[in-house]
């Protein structure tokens, strides 16, 4: 069904830009506008641009922009209809259903709406079984833990019983499709032809992205006979990149901004046990080594980041490694080590959360926490002191922050006994490789030639606050025709919304990211232009004498084309004198 063009008015002017991107973003205040680091590509500097009185959005690093809609569609891999119907569900506006339900928006339902819905319904039928009778020896294993009330509901844990197709019998009568199934990455096909529940037998925690929709679902044996891996995760699919989603954050992230600190932990029952046990400020990256994804996430509502990992060498390592990570993202990083053998879980049921907290309160500095893992054999010669000297300078030497690293390395250096110049030197040995994530994908703005670049600059002048202006750009633009295909649409759809369009509302319109960074490059610098009047004069004149010359060159090559053929070229000859006289008036 098509929904009715002032239900999405009413959506659109509900969903206010600041408060929706800032859900997803941290911004902060500069000036009239809110800055923050873009979401859509990797960036140290902020170069994401959010309008309250335009209700526009524009990163300047990838160029992509638009408004509450568009944002919600980059963000979540939606069509424009989902992306309605998800503000109007986070605005409490109610949109009138008549006739059929499916979508119009290219055919129908996305791949990703169909799994955020089959995602919804799976969660649900498995937190079902969950506190079902056929649950209670699972939860009776959870509350050990201390998981258990709330923690069961808030989190919508569930259980997947130990048969091969419960979930395809279950939401099969809820009208889901084997294919939508298998197409979520739910179920999975046997060789025989046959289907299988992929999280049979497992306790399943639903992965909830920071928007508060269930993206994947991770499974987690809990009898001591069952077989096959501790862990079975969901594969990456376009609502869920693993390295982009954190567990519990959606949960946690108000506390998380009211402490500023979030402490990561690695999987999912080290989450629910410790914050059962009374800590709020804490999400898990379950499943995957800490991202850079998953720490730019984390500091939209966090500046320090406390690192609660396992005990043992692999912990220690992982530690390292994210700690590394967070510290290129400029966080103030702290981590505790739990004794060999333990992990948040264990320690918090064998030692109570008070020394957890003790622990937690006194983290140590990242310089601190390498050098104190570091055996003592290891250190005992100038050449295995050299050897880990080395291996620290490789270890860090990706960081893009230069002050940083100087100091990390000066701190080592004085740590280790080491003289700071020589390890200065060491670090220059190393190359820097280009992570293949830090590539940004840029919407390209490309104006070819110099008719290109005048029809810009004059298109730009139908979004003057100047009427006189606006009137005279568009009877001169109705007329002419565009090279460049992307602003002649941009055009069309200017000179039909009228003087002073609904600049927010002008993004709806437009489905081309090349067309929508266009708009948004114009609607930037129409602001600049000092003297409208005079600028749009200039701007006219320069595109006439373009098309005269234009025409007066297709002239002159078919004029040598007439004479060598033996053709009379008088008319053509007459038709590029007025040419001429027109070019010269224009240039008196």
């Avoid at 008549?98 to 955020?116: L, N, P, R, V």
């Avoid at 110049?421 to 490309?446: C, I, N, P, Y």
């Avoid at 002159?556 to 060598?564: G, L, S, T």
């Amino acid at each position: 069904m098509r929904i009715p063009e002032n239900i999405i008015d009413d959506i659109r002017n509900a969903s206010e830009v600041v408060s929706l991107i800032g859900s997803y973003v941290k911004l902060k205040k500069t000036g009239s506008s809110f800055v923050g680091l873009c979401p859509f590509h990797n960036e140290k500097t902020p170069s994401f641009s959010v309008s309250p009185s335009k209700q526009i959005w524009r990163c300047f690093g990838c160029n992509r922009s638009g408004n509450v809609f568009t944002f919600i569609m980059e963000y979540e891999k939606l069509n424009f209809i989902e992306a309605v119907r998800t503000l109007a569900e986070k605005s409490g506006i109610t949109i009138p259903e008549s006739g059929s339900q499916k979508s119009d928006y290219e055919g129908g339902e996305s791949k990703s709406a169909m799994i955020y819905k089959v995602n919804r319904a799976a969660a649900s039928e498995y937190h079902k079984n969950l506190m079902s009778d056929a649950g209670e020896d699972a939860r009776k294993y959870l509350s050990e833990r201390g998981i258990k009330g709330d923690m069961l509901k808030d989190h919508g844990i569930g259980l997947a019983p130990d048969e091969w197709e419960w979930l395809k019998q279950k939401l099969s009568g809820r009208g889901f499709t084997q294919n939508s199934l298998i197409g979520s990455g739910l179920m999975g096909k046997s060789e025989q032809g046959g289907t299988y529940d992929r999280f049979k037998n497992r306790i399943v925690f639903p992965v909830i992205n920071e928007s508060g929709k269930v993206v994947a679902f991770g499974g987690r044996i809990w009898l001591a006979e069952s077989g096959g891996a501790k862990y079975v995760n969901s594969s990456e699919s376009p609502v869920y990149v693993k390295g982009r989603v954190l567990y519990g954050l959606y949960q946690t992230k108000e506390k998380i901004r009211e402490s500023n600190r979030i402490i990561l932990v690695e999987g999912y029952t080290d989450f629910l046990s410790i914050r059962a046990a009374g800590i709020s400020d804490v999400a898990a990256t379950s499943g995957t080594a800490l991202t850079t994804g998953q720490a730019r996430l984390a500091k939209r509502f966090a500046d320090k980041a406390v690192l609660l990992y396992d005990g043992d060498s692999a912990g220690q390592k992982a530690a390292v490694r994210a700690a590394i990570v967070l510290l290129g993202e400029g966080f103030d990083v702290g981590v505790v080590q739990l004794p060999d053998g333990s992990d948040p879980d264990s320690f918090v049921r064998e030692e109570g959360i008070d020394k957890l907290r003790e622990l937690i309160k006194n983290a140590h500095s990242f310089v601190d926490f390498r050098i104190g893992i570091i055996p003592e054999e290891e250190l005992s010669s100038s050449i295995l002191k050299a050897r880990m000297a080395r291996n620290i300078v490789e270890e860090i030497f990706d960081l893009n922050d230069e002050l940083l690293k100087g100091a990390l390395l000066k701190d080592f250096a004085s740590r280790l006994g080491v003289d700071e110049e020589v390890l200065l030197k060491e670090s220059k040995k190393f190359r820097a490789f280009d992570a293949a994530d830090g590539k940004v994908d840029q919407v390209s703005v490309t104006l070819n030639d110099i008719t290109q670049r005048a029809e810009y600059q004059l298109a730009m002048f139908l979004l003057s606050a100047n009427e006189d202006v606006y009137n005279s750009a568009g009877e001169f633009l109705k007329e002419h025709t565009f090279s460049h295909k992307g602003i002649g649409n941009i055009v069309g759809l200017l000179l039909n919304s009228g003087f002073e369009p609904n600049q927010s509302k002008l993004y709806d319109e437009i489905n081309e990211p090349t067309e929508r960074a266009l708009l948004s490059k114009m609607l930037n610098e129409i602001g600049l232009v000092e003297d409208e009047e005079k600028t749009f004069n200039e701007s006219k004149l320069r595109l006439q004498k373009i098309n005269l010359d234009t025409e007066n060159r297709k002239l002159r090559d078919e004029i040598r084309e007439a004479e060598e053929k033996g053709e009379e070229p008088a008319l053509l000859i007459q038709q590029q004198k007025e040419l001429t006289d027109r070019l010269r008036e224009l240039e008196n």
